[in-house]
Every structure is written in C-alpha cells, then in structure tokens.
C-alpha cells in the first residue's frame, strides 16, 4: 500500500513537473514572438516559487508573469516568513561571473595579509562610494584584490592613466583614493578600452561593482563587516 501511494506520488511529481516545464517553454515563445520590443528577448523562464508564477529573464534583469500571461510584474519578490529577497538571490545566481575567467592582466593587483581571499571589483577614481569602499577595505585584511580601473566619469580617465603609469600601481591608486594626493600625469598605454569593454559584456552600469569568487556580482558599497562576511562565505 506504501508503495503504491508512493509510486503515485512520484507520478504526479513528474507529471506536474512536466507542465511547468511546458508552461515555461509557451511563456518563452509568447513573450519572445510578441513582446520582444517591450522587454528585449528572453533568455529563460522558470517556475517561482510562488504558485501559478514564473520567472522571466531577460537580459540582466527578471520580470515575473502569470501562467496566462495577462500581466508582467517589474518587481521584488520576497518570502516574507524567511524575511528574504528571493529576486535579489536569484540575480546572484543566475548572473554570477565565472571568475576563472576574468582577464586579471588588466587589473591593479593587491595583496593584503596572506591574500588567500579573493575578490575583482570595477571602480573609478572620481566616484565617491568607490572612495568610500577603499575605507572600509582598509580594515579587511588577508585578500587578494583585482582593481579593473572603469573611467565612466567625467575626467576620469587622465586619472586612471596617470595610476596605471605609475612605478606602484597600487600604493598610486591607495594615495589617491584614501589621501586626496594625485599622480603624476602618465603618458604610457593603457588597457582602459578593454576594461571598459569587459564592463559592457558583464553589464557593469555603475562602480564599485564587487565580483566575489563564486562569480557573484554586488553592484555597489558594501561596509567592512559585510566584506568580511561574503569573502569568508566564499572562502569556503
């Protein structure tokens, strides 16, 4: 008797999973065929956890749908008894960076402590949070760091030309950042162009943009206590 009901239980597991899957494929061709110009193409949909649901993903950005299709919500969704950001965590995930993969030659490197921690990060010398982000890193001790200098900013990049010419790219970039004291002007080649180019493939829209080791992105300032918190979870 166990064994039936179990049997049966299994069957309309993967019977109800099949539909979802159908479901999601219908909402991928619909939106793709006739909505494309509204909210650009679709990569994938899946099912929320949120009954009758799905998730759509489109580009760097998820929107959600009902089964039928009759609306799309631009929005946050959140499991209000585990208090969590369910959209944000799935943004980590699905838009995380292989970050074996990142072209580190074109970062300043720095060492910090025994540097077994690991994290890049998109910054700008003209930007204040970024400044602000150096503080804070200031207290975060045994880390390797990848600066990919990303001059979006208004004179931003003279800036960056005279750090990466400088004989230590990195004491330049901390005497600037954390002391106000500008380098020398440079007249050595840079790899600006191609860092920018990186921004657009990995759709960085504003510095700092943080890319720990597991490839997740945080767009944006993170106090030291949280520093320490993601580099030791992704320590592990």
């Excluded at 065929?33 to 899946?46: F, S, T």
């Excluded at 089964?67 to 008894?81: A, N, P, Q, R, V």
């Excluded at 400088?166 to 191609?194: E, Y």
């Amino acid at each position: 008797m166990f064994k039936t009901l179990l049997l049966l239980l299994l069957s309309f597991s993967f019977v109800h999973a099949a539909e979802a899957d159908q479901t999601a494929a219908a909402i991928k061709d619909n939106l793709n065929k006739n909505y494309e110009q509204l909210i650009g193409p679709v990569d994938q949909v899946n099912k929320s956890p949120m009954p009758d649901l799905y998730e759509v993903v489109t580009g760097d950005h998820i929107f959600y749908t009902d089964k039928g299709m009759h609306y799309l919500i631009d929005g946050s969704l959140f499991d209000l008894k585990a208090r969590r950001n369910i959209t944000e965590a799935r943004s980590r995930q699905l838009f995380a960076v292989d970050f074996s993969k990142l072209p580190l030659e074109l970062a300043v490197k720095k060492v910090k402590g025994n540097g077994k921690r690991k994290m890049a990060y998109f910054t700008d010398p003209n930007c204040g949070y970024c400044k602000k982000l150096e503080h804070e890193l200031q207290n975060v001790t045994d880390v390797t760091l990848y600066l990919f200098l990303y001059p979006i900013f208004d004179g931003s990049a003279e800036k960056v030309r005279a750090i990466w010419c400088s004989d230590d790219k990195a004491k330049a970039w901390d005497n600037l950042m954390l002391n106000g004291v500008q380098p020398a002007p440079g007249k050595c080649d840079t790899p600006s162009d191609k860092v920018l180019a990186l921004g657009k493939k990995l759709k960085v829209n504003g510095t700092p943009a943080l890319i720990f080791a597991n490839g997740q992105v945080n767009p944006g300032y993170m106090p030291a206590a949280d520093l320490e918190k993601a580099l030791d979870d992704n320590a592990k």
